[in-house]
């Protein structure tokens, strides 16, 4: 497993961008497929974004598709979520996840998670 850690979370206003990065320790990153999910309390933990190990194959959400835009540098263990045009319903916890298997839009199949990194959109 790797262990992760979220930033880039913060309060802006509907239309407005924020930039995600999740740090991955160990020398394995580039063998891991990596993936954004967010949570609201009380609900299920939901895809937002998936990338394979080279970069090449991503995966949206039908809901974030054409705003959100997931990319990964190998040489920085990093994965980045770039958010425009953000909307007060994008608002959630999110999370950073790795998994072995072959990108999935199923939280349930990726290994380690980061803490989470609250995203809040005002109206």
């Known amino acids: 497993q790797v262990q992760l850690v979220e930033s880039g979370g913060g309060l802006v206003q509907a239309g407005g961008s924020l930039r995600l990065a999740c740090v991955a320790s160990g020398r394995t990153f580039s063998s891991y497929c990596m993936a954004w999910f967010r949570q609201a309390p009380g609900k299920e933990r939901e895809f937002v974004a998936g990338v394979n190990w080279s970069g090449g194959n991503t995966l949206y959400a039908d809901s974030v598709k054409g705003r959100f835009t997931i990319s990964r540098d190998n040489a920085k263990n990093t994965v980045y979520l770039q958010m425009n045009s953000l909307k007060p319903e994008d608002t959630d916890v999110y999370y950073c996840?790795?998994?072995?298997?072959?990108?999935?839009?199923?939280?349930?199949?990726?290994?380690?998670w980061g803490q989470g990194t609250q995203v809040t959109v005002s109206s």
């Open positions: 996840a790795a998994g072995t298997r072959a990108m999935t839009t199923l939280w349930t199949l990726y290994d380690s």
